[in-house]
T-cell receptor
Framework: EAQVTQNPRYLITVTGKKLTVTCSQN?????MSWYRQDPGLGLRQIYY???????DKGDVPEGYKVSRKEKRNFPLILESPSPNQTSLYFC?????????FGPGTRLTVT | SQQGEEDPQALSIQEGENATMNCSYK?????LQWYRQNSGRGLVHLIL?????REKHSGRLRVTLDTSKKSSSLLITASRAADTASYFC?????????????FGKGTKLSVIP
């Protein structure tokens, strides 16, 4: 079964404590992306990757890092989380014609 | 930057009625896609329309695209309670070898049984 997996699904953390949200796919797609979703703002792209070792900034990259060392994984790293990064995060994989979204990670930074 | 803007922000209709949502965008596009999101869950791809197409159908969905007005509409016919969700348009406007989907803020559709 084609899947996009995110972990953890829910996370409550404190300001400044480094965290990683993982994204994994079994669909062999080259393109992977991270979005955050906030009420009234819709989905905004954080980073995307066209292929292994190729990443690029989206619209809201500040405070985030990513890496793409292998095709199936695209972790999102928050080196020093702040309360304004409290949000619902989605990983997506796919093609220019269709993207498949993970189930989301709800992050709260206190 | 937000490329697509959906209208209305919220729409409430009775089951069996048609629902129409609109999307406007700012720059030239390669294609436009519509996605659906049930509350708090991941988005699901519904339909894609290319920049050289004017209308496309998929089941109860009808999408139109007017590139001269930089706008698209999504029509859901004979709506059902299960259609209750948020609907987003997404535009792809990058060049060859690179692409980036930009999503609007969405239309929240409520279908009352």
């Amino acid at each position: 079964e084609a899947q996009v997996t995110q972990n953890p699904r829910y996370l409550i953390t404190v300001t400044g404590k480094k965290l990683t949200v993982t994204c994994s796919q079994n669909m062999n797609h080259e393109y992977m992306s991270w979005y955050r979703q906030d009420p009234g703002l819709g989905l905004r792209q954080i980073y995307y990757s066209m292929n292994v070792e190729v990443t690029d900034k989206g619209d809201v990259p500040e405070g985030y890092k990513v890496s793409r060392k292998e095709k199936r994984n695209f972790p999102l790293i928050l080196e020093s989380p702040s309360p304004n990064q409290t949000s619902l995060y989605f990983c997506a994989v796919g093609t220019p014609y269709e993207q498949y979204f993970g189930p989301g990670t709800r992050l709260t930074v206190t | 930057s937000q490329q697509g803007e959906e209208d209305p922000q919220a729409l409430s209709i009775q089951e069996g009625e048609n629902a129409t949502m609109n999307c406007s965008y700012k720059t030239s596009i390669n294609n436009l896609q519509w996605y659906r999101q049930n509350s708090g869950r991941g988005l699901v791809h519904l339909i894609l329309i290319r920049s050289n197409e004017r209308e496309k159908h998929s089941g109860r969905l009808r999408v139109t695209l007017d590139t001269s007005k930089k706008s698209s509409s999504l029509l859901i016919t004979a709506s059902r309670a299960a259609d209750t969700a948020s609907y987003f348009c997404a535009t792809d406007s990058r060049g060859a070898g690179s692409y980036q989907l930009t999503f609007g803020k969405g239309t929240k559709l409520s279908v009352i049984p």
